[in-house]
């Protein structure tokens, strides 16, 4: 991703409550609150703008992270009717400033959207079915960029459902492989923005020894 300069407004002085993100040389714009003030967010008038939105909370069954996306032409009349859907906490929208997104954008958004979800594999998608749309040539380019800032703005705004739990390293320091060998049993890995990420074929002891207790890991 290309480096951009984000400004956060706090409506009410807190980073838990109602707030608005926007990058700079970008004509999008998020919105982000509690489920305890969608009042608030339904008030403001970007909610009444076609965009992109996510519902985050926690999948009452397995207790995992769920997250539901979706698209409207006007995000605040779509969301009233997720209000009997008990599992969500918080909500974010995407909408574009100078009112440019048509409905073939936003079925666009949603379809990408939604299966980097899936293949995340961080939470719970409760979206029944998939979504997207054909656009022309020029229309997708542009959808691909505001792709890449939605993307860009969802982590700051508390929301990592989307990022790949094993990112790539992103610089030659991350590519340097980390080894554990103790007693003929050998583990290795390398550091990702996202954390440690334990390399396909490592292997571990079952049953933790009693030294581990202690903080020594013999």
């Known amino acids: 991703m290309s480096s951009a300069t984000i400004k956060i407004f706090l409506v009410h002085g807190d980073p838990k409550r109602l707030r608005t993100a926007e990058l700079s040389n970008w004509t999008g714009k998020a919105v982000a609150g509690p489920r305890s003030e969608f ?6 008038e970007e909610s009444g703008g ?3 939105y996510f519902l985050t909370g926690s999948d009452p069954e397995s207790g995992k992270p769920a997250i539901y996306i979706g698209e409207a032409e006007s995000i605040r009349d779509r969301i009233k009717a997720h209000l009997e859907k008990d599992f969500w906490n918080q909500i974010i929208f995407f909408i574009s400033k100078d009112e440019n997104l048509t409905k073939a954008h936003i079925r666009f958004l949603e379809g990408k959207l939604i299966d980097q979800a899936r293949k995340s594999e961080r939470a719970v998608v409760t979206n029944g079915q998939s979504s997207g749309a054909r656009l022309p040539e020029s229309h997708r380019e542009d959808m691909e960029i505001f792709l890449e800032k939605i993307n860009q703005l969802l982590p700051v705004l508390g929301v990592e459902l989307l990022v790949p739990t094993a990112t790539k390293a992103v ?10 060998e103790i007693k003929g049993i050998k583990a290795e890995g390398h550091l990702t923005p996202n954390g440690f990420v334990v390399l396909k074929g490592s292997r571990a002891i079952l049953i933790d020894r009693a030294s ?3 903080g020594l890991g013999q």
């Open 39 to 44: 009042e608030g967010v339904f008030s403001r």
């Open 212 to 214: 581990s207790k202690n």
């Open 50 to 52: 076609a965009g992109v």
């Open 171 to 180: 610089t030659e320091s991350e590519h340097k492989k980390l080894f554990c």
